[in-house]
């Protein structure tokens, strides 16, 4: 009973040992290519994220362009017809920005001045 305890135990080491080189020769072999390949299409599927993201991104910027676009528009006209005096008009549209600390020279003042000179 012994000697065939012994027997089994050996022959499922010897099994083990030859399953676990043929693994090692597999990975060996073929490794590198499953590797390459594993990357080529991470980075294919990035590359598509990416390009919808910034699709989205492009889309949303330019919407808001367009709402903000309009909303100076609006400011303008309001100013326009509280302000009838233009040196009064001209300094409410230079004026700091409150909020940012800069000068803003809206669109419609840029426009206005082109087609005056």
Same mark, same amino acid.
């Given at each position: 009973?012994?000697?065939?305890?012994?027997?089994?135990?050996?022959?499922?080491?010897?099994?083990?040992?030859?399953?676990?080189?043929?693994?090692?020769?597999?990975?060996?072999?073929?490794?590198? &290519?499953? $590797?390459? @390949?594993?990357?080529?299409? *991470? /980075?294919?599927? =990035?590359?598509?994220?990416?390009?919808?993201?910034?699709?989205?991104?492009?889309?949303?910027?330019?919407?808001?362009?367009?709402?903000?676009?309009?909303?100076?528009?609006?400011?303008?006209?309001?100013? &326009?017809? $509280?302000? @009838?005096?233009?040196?009064? *008009? /001209?300094?409410? =549209?230079?004026?700091?920005?409150?909020?940012?600390?800069?000068?803003?020279?809206?669109?419609?003042?840029?426009?206005?001045?082109?087609?005056?000179?």
């Amino acid at each position: 009973m012994q000697s065939l305890r012994e027997r089994h135990r050996d022959e499922l080491a010897s099994l083990c040992c030859e399953q676990y080189r043929v693994e090692l020769d597999v990975q060996l072999t073929h490794g590198p &290519a499953l $590797r390459c @390949r594993l990357e080529q299409l *991470l /980075a294919a599927a =990035r590359d598509t994220c990416q390009a919808r993201l910034t699709r989205g991104h492009d889309a949303e910027v330019t919407e808001l362009k367009k709402k903000l676009d309009a909303q100076n528009w609006e400011e303008m006209k309001a100013l &326009a017809r $509280r302000h @009838r005096d233009k040196s009064e *008009l /001209a300094r409410y =549209r230079l004026k700091p920005d409150d909020d940012i600390g800069v000068v803003t020279v809206t669109r419609f003042f840029v426009k206005r001045t082109r087609h005056v000179r």
